[in-house]
């Protein structure tokens, strides 16, 4: 079974506007951890933020921000002010488990992101 | 400077034949992974490391095969039983632990021909 769920192929938004990519998951676990990766088109991951399970605030991380509503099991990533180098494909991911016993790294399918001037 | 190298970058092999992608990395991480992507697609896991000389199998394991003989290097051997073996396939490395982030190397793009 599919567990992790990004919904949206693809989106296109404006320069300096802010747009908010959705990620939800599925896992039976308390603890687990929710990454954010953009992919450039020269295939390179670059890791942009991280959420805890059981971090109480959202993470932030510069214009990166997780928006993550744990009852709903959605963990969505807003770019604020976007920019011309924000165009790429963005995965979120997760991993379940513990410090002392965790298990493999998940990824979604991955949101395609088109930045206009 | 600390990171993962993978080798090559582009490879090129005939239907039929083995061929094994390297992954060296330094940063001194227990675990490392390896991904196949396919084009506009997700990134699907093949096999992971946890500690040297001990891996499992990830989402689409049939076909290829590992080992984890240092800690530093995860090759991956993508077998003539691999019925669609072209790909993108990308290693990634972390330290233990839920909250560790993963680090990717630039990728190899393997094409069969």
């Known amino acids: 079974a599919q567990k992790i769920t990004q919904t949206q192929p693809g989106m296109f938004v404006q320069e300096k506007e802010a747009v908010t990519l959705d990620c939800t998951y599925d896992?039976?676990?308390?603890?687990?951890?929710l990454f954010w990766y953009k992919q450039p088109s020269s295939g390179e991951m670059i890791f942009l933020i991280y959420?805890?399970?059981?971090?109480?605030q959202n993470a932030t991380e510069g214009r990166y921000s997780l928006n993550f509503q744990k009852a709903r099991k959605s963990a969505n990533l807003v770019i604020s002010a976007s920019q011309l180098g924000d165009s790429a494909m963005y995965f979120c991911?997760?991993?379940?488990?513990?410090?002392?016993?965790?298990?493999?790294?998940?990824f979604g399918a991955g949101t395609q992101v088109v930045v206009t001037p | 400077d600390g990171g993962i190298t993978q080798s090559p970058k582009y490879l090129f092999r005939k239907e039929g034949q083995n061929v094994t992608l390297s992954c060296e990395q330094n940063?001194?991480?227990?675990?490392m992974y390896w991904y196949r992507q396919d084009p506009g697609q997700g990134l699907r896991l093949i096999y992971y490391?946890?500690?040297?000389?001990?891996?499992q199998k990830g989402d689409i394991a049939e076909g290829y095969s590992v080992s984890r003989e240092k800690k530093e290097s995860f090759p991956l051997t993508v077998t003539s039983a691999q019925k669609n073996p072209t790909a993108f396939y990308l290693c990634?490395?972390?330290?233990?632990?839920?909250?560790?982030?993963?680090?990717f190397g630039q990728g190899t793009r393997l094409t069969v021909v």
């Open positions: 990634a490395s972390s330290l233990r632990g839920m909250n560790t982030e993963a680090f």
């Open positions: 896992t039976s676990d308390q603890s687990y951890g």
């Open positions: 959420q805890g399970s059981y971090d109480e």
């Open positions: 991911a997760m991993r379940e488990g513990t410090t002392d016993s965790w298990g493999k790294l998940q």
């Open positions: 940063l001194n991480h227990d675990a």
């Open positions: 490391s946890q500690i040297v000389n001990d891996f």
